[in-house]
């Protein structure tokens, strides 16, 4: 298997696993993690699956392959109208963002206007952005526009901010790089007077002070700095990106340790660990993900998006690389 193919599969593999670990303590503290399980260090349902996390980076990459690399945001709310907007079962799990987007695409707008309401700035985008790393291979630019031009389907502002970050992070992690590296380059990536460049910067500070911390000293710190805990829902994009990131940070690019501190942060658990487990995929690759957590990629449930029912992620970041390389 080529690296690349290796990085794209590391990836949405760990995007899968990292929507599965998660999913189960979504919502709830790190204090109530520590207290149920001590710390989690597996799947904690005997069947796990993942959730709207990974089928919305389906939808994502669906829409990379049949449009390829110069698709425009047009052409992402084409798919989302045919895929997505057709839909008549309910959409388990989905997000206000997405939920909003949906709306505005059936009674006509279009992007940007599609996604400017009033969750605008959640995780949705940088939740499903994986695909768009991947076919960029290492091409910050265009993870940056593609990432653009996905957001604004569904998001604007911070909530495009953050996509570019996590879309970047993974295609530099496609091109080899460190994950210092792969954490610069996503934190450059977005405007320096942004509030996802602050949460960036915080974390790694704290990182970097408290370098020989355990992982729940260092889950303290960061959710006491970045995390809105007054607010209804933790599903605010710069805050889970910058945990997401920050995870990755701890786990100096090593997947189960970047993914199971994600998933301890709790929080936006399956989405925060989604976002690590596919940047540190991207940057330890397929074959240095544990065997035992391979069960969760082999196909999803289209328990949120019904038509990504059945569909592998493995067979689809072969395909994405397959495309990459047109």
Same mark, same amino acid.
């Given at each position: 298997?080529?690296?690349?193919?290796?990085?794209?599969?590391?990836?949405?593999?760990?995007?899968?696993?990292?929507?599965?670990?998660?999913?189960?303590?979504?919502?709830?503290?790190?204090?109530?993690?520590?207290?149920?399980?001590?710390?989690?260090?597996?799947?904690?349902?005997?069947?796990?699956?993942?959730?709207?996390?990974?089928?919305?980076?389906?939808?994502?990459?669906?829409?990379?392959?049949?449009?390829?690399?110069?698709?425009?945001?047009?052409?992402?709310? *084409?798919? @989302? $109208?045919? $895929?997505?907007?057709?839909?008549?079962?309910?959409?388990?799990?989905?997000?206000?963002?997405?939920?909003?987007?949906?709306?505005?695409?059936?009674?006509?707008?279009?992007?940007?206007?599609?996604?400017?309401?009033?969750?605008?700035?959640?995780?949705?985008?940088?939740?499903?952005?994986?695909?768009?790393?991947?076919?960029?291979?290492?091409?910050?630019?265009?993870?940056?526009?593609?990432?653009?031009?996905?957001?604004?389907?569904?998001?604007?502002?911070?909530?495009?901010?953050?996509?570019?970050?996590?879309?970047?992070?993974?295609?530099?992690?496609?091109?080899?790089?460190?994950?210092?590296?792969?954490?610069?380059?996503?934190?450059?990536?977005?405007?320096?007077? *942004? @509030?996802?460049?602050?949460?960036?910067?915080?974390?790694?500070?704290?990182?970097?002070?408290?370098?020989?911390?355990?992982?729940?000293?260092?889950?303290?710190?960061?959710?006491?700095?970045?995390?809105?805990?007054?607010?209804?829902?933790?599903?605010?994009?710069?805050?889970?990106?910058?945990?997401?990131?920050?995870?990755?940070?701890?786990?100096?690019?090593?997947?189960?340790?970047?993914?199971?501190?994600?998933?301890?942060?709790?929080?936006?658990?399956?989405?925060?660990?989604?976002?690590?487990?596919?940047?540190?995929?991207?940057?330890?690759?397929?074959?240095?993900?544990?065997?035992?957590? $391979?069960?969760?990629?082999?196909?999803?449930?289209?328990?949120?998006?019904?038509?990504?029912?059945?569909?592998?992620?493995?067979?689809?970041?072969?395909?994405?690389?397959?495309?990459?390389? $047109?």
């Amino acid at each position: 298997m080529s690296q690349q193919l290796d990085k794209a599969r590391g990836s949405l593999a760990g995007l899968a696993i990292g929507d599965a670990l998660g999913r189960p303590v979504e919502g709830m503290s790190y204090q109530d993690i520590r207290a149920k399980y001590g710390a989690i260090d597996d799947f904690v349902n005997l069947e796990p699956a993942g959730s709207d996390d990974t089928e919305y980076a389906l939808l994502t990459a669906a829409a990379l392959l049949q449009y390829g690399k110069n698709i425009t945001a047009e052409d992402f709310a *084409s798919v @989302w $109208k045919s $895929k997505v907007c057709t839909q008549t079962a309910a959409f388990l799990g989905a997000g206000f963002s997405e939920m909003n987007a949906i709306q505005n695409l059936k009674v006509g707008l279009m992007p940007p206007f599609s996604g400017q309401h009033n969750h605008a700035w959640s995780d949705g985008l940088a939740m499903r952005v994986a695909p768009i790393g991947v076919i960029a291979n290492g091409d910050i630019e265009m993870a940056k526009r593609i990432a653009i031009a996905d957001g604004e389907v569904s998001h604007s502002g911070e909530g495009i901010y953050s996509g570019i970050a996590i879309a970047v992070a993974v295609t530099s992690g496609m091109a080899g790089k460190s994950y210092l590296e792969v954490y610069s380059d996503a934190l450059n990536s977005v405007p320096k007077d *942004s @509030w996802t460049y602050r949460t960036l910067v915080d974390a790694q500070n704290i990182l970097n002070e408290y370098a020989s911390a355990t992982l729940f000293e260092n889950a303290e710190r960061l959710l006491e700095k970045v995390a809105q805990t007054k607010y209804f829902f933790a599903d605010l994009a710069p805050e889970a990106v910058s945990l997401a990131l920050a995870s990755v940070l701890y786990g100096k690019g090593d997947f189960a340790k970047s993914l199971l501190f994600a998933v301890n942060l709790g929080r936006d658990a399956d989405t925060i660990a989604a976002m690590a487990g596919a940047v540190a995929g991207s940057i330890s690759g397929y074959k240095n993900i544990p065997d035992k957590w $391979k069960v969760a990629v082999t196909s999803v449930g289209g328990s949120c998006l019904a038509f990504t029912k059945g569909m592998e992620p493995l067979s689809v970041a072969d395909s994405l690389v397959e495309m990459g390389s $047109k």
